[in-house]
């Protein structure tokens, strides 16, 4: 049987949810240090338990360590995310107006974000950056696919809210 | 429209009749809008190799994991032994008793930790515990010695023949095979022997001679006559005299034709052997020779 003490399995589950541990914790914060330090903090104590940890409650075990690390510790501080501009090679005849526009709704919608609370920001960056499933962040965050999916729609509903000025 | 709808119509979780209802509604453009920009997000860059090495540096390596760890074990094995030992022996060491003994031929004087005084009188020996006197005030005595007691708790003295037990006050022990004799010179001793308590007011003696308790008259004077280089006795068997003699001058005494359980009355000088030998021959009608350390007390001229 595999075992997390054993460093590759140790590597492959680092490498596999250090990333989404990172973002986890600075989708909830806004600070990239702090989200740095979670990983860190959360695989060490890995580590330390490796001999009780299964690889398959590996992944659940560092969220739950990363999410208790600044429970109530750290005040949250402004998410700033960085906005993909994919498009920008293939529509090179792009309006002064139209760029402008992107750029204006990109604001809007950081400060939208910034905006929402901890656990809707969380749950809807997870799921649109991360890719993760409804399921996946009802596991992170030890609530139900029901409490995500409520999370989420509220989310996209202030969100939207918030950019069109409603 | 069912519930958290926007959650379902993200997650492709809508049926084609709800999908189409909500793409007519006037809000959907926002919202997919929202889903597309959304989706172009990006968090801060996170290089995950970067952070296992520094894991792994930081932490990990001077961490004391699996392979390692032994090593350490073993120390901290011995460690703890060395440990539990030196601590043990400390402890030991501490409940150890003060002791204070005396040969024959010799005196010492001892101030215990509440200034009470103890005067040793020759071979004799006393313990204490010097941790712990403020709690119990005790010694152990064996031999005979003369206390000059501080005012206080409790203070008793055990001996193999009973306990003497003062509050603050000046008496004398002497405890020797066969013989207990306790005086009080100052205060009140009570004195514990064979389970009978017995109380000692100043200016009186406590006497058991083998097990036999002898009335005594009293004592003269306010220190015991061996503090001033004097052992005196009054209708004490002689063979008691002679042990005297002999710790006090450390010298072997030996007799020829003499009852040693004849009474002696009187008293020798600590000091001067010759002076001493002839203040116990003369009201013991005895005679002595000397030689060297060895002193032979005979009767009559039965002496070859």
């Known amino acids: ?166 | 429209m069912q519930e958290n709808y926007l959650a379902k119509w993200l997650s492709g979780e809508l049926s084609g009749e709800e999908l189409r209802e909500f793409e007519n509604s006037e809000e959907f453009a926002s919202y997919q809008k929202l889903k597309d920009v959304s989706s172009k997000l990006m968090a801060p860059d996170f290089d995950s190799e970067k952070a296992l090495m520094r894991l792994k540096d930081e932490h990990i390596a001077n961490a004391p994991k699996v392979i390692s760890l032994n090593p350490f074990k073993k120390f901290l094995r011995v460690a703890a032994v060395i440990a539990v030992l030196l601590t043990g022996s400390y402890f030991y060491i501490n409940t150890l008793n003060e002791k204070v003994s005396t040969e024959f031929a010799e005196r010492s004087e001892v101030v215990l930790p509440d200034d009470s005084e103890i005067f040793l009188n020759a071979d004799s020996q006393i313990s204490y515990s010097e941790k712990k006197w403020d709690k119990n005030r005790n010694i152990d005595l064996k031999g005979e010695a003369f206390f000059k007691v501080a005012k206080g708790k409790k203070f008793t003295v055990s001996t193999d023949h009973g306990t003497v037990a003062v509050l603050g006050t000046q008496f004398n022990v002497e405890n020797r095979e066969g013989f207990f004799e306790v005086t009080c010179y100052e205060g009140l001793v009570s004195v514990t022997h064979k389970n009978e308590e017995i109380k000692l007011p100043a200016g009186n003696s406590f006497l058991v001679i083998n097990g036999k308790l002898i009335s005594t008259g009293t004592p003269s004077g306010t220190l015991p006559s061996w503090m001033n280089n004097e052992s005196s006795f009054e209708s004490i068997p002689l063979k008691y005299v002679f042990a005297e003699l002999e710790r006090q001058f450390n010298v072997k005494v030996s007799t020829e034709n003499i009852d040693t359980n004849l009474l002696f009355t009187g008293s020798f000088n600590n000091t001067d052997l010759n002076m001493a030998l002839k203040s116990i021959s003369t009201p013991s009608k005895t005679h002595f020779t000397i030689d060297g350390d060895n002193v032979l007390f005979y009767a009559g001229n039965t002496q070859q």
């Open chain 1, 1 to 166: 049987m595999s075992n997390v003490c054993e460093d590759h399995v140790f590597s492959k589950v680092f490498k596999t949810h250090s990333k989404t541990v990172f973002n986890y914790i600075f989708y909830k914060f806004g600070n990239e240090e702090k989200a740095h330090d979670a990983v860190q903090e959360a695989f060490v104590k890995l580590w330390q338990n490796c001999a009780k940890v299964s690889p398959e409650k590996a992944k659940s075990y560092v969220y739950t360590v990363a999410n208790n690390l600044y429970l109530n510790v750290i005040k949250a501080e402004k998410v700033r995310l960085k906005h993909a501009d994919r498009h920008v090679k293939d529509r090179t005849n792009e309006s002064p107006e139209f760029l402008m526009e992107e750029k204006e709704y990109k604001d809007k919608l950081d400060n939208a974000l910034n905006a929402l609370p901890e656990n809707q920001r969380t749950t809807f960056l997870l799921n649109r950056i991360d890719g993760k499933k409804y399921a996946e962040i009802a596991e992170m965050e030890g609530v139900s696919v029901k409490a995500i999916e409520k999370r989420m729609h509220l989310a996209l509903k202030s969100l939207r809210e918030h950019i069109d000025g409603i």
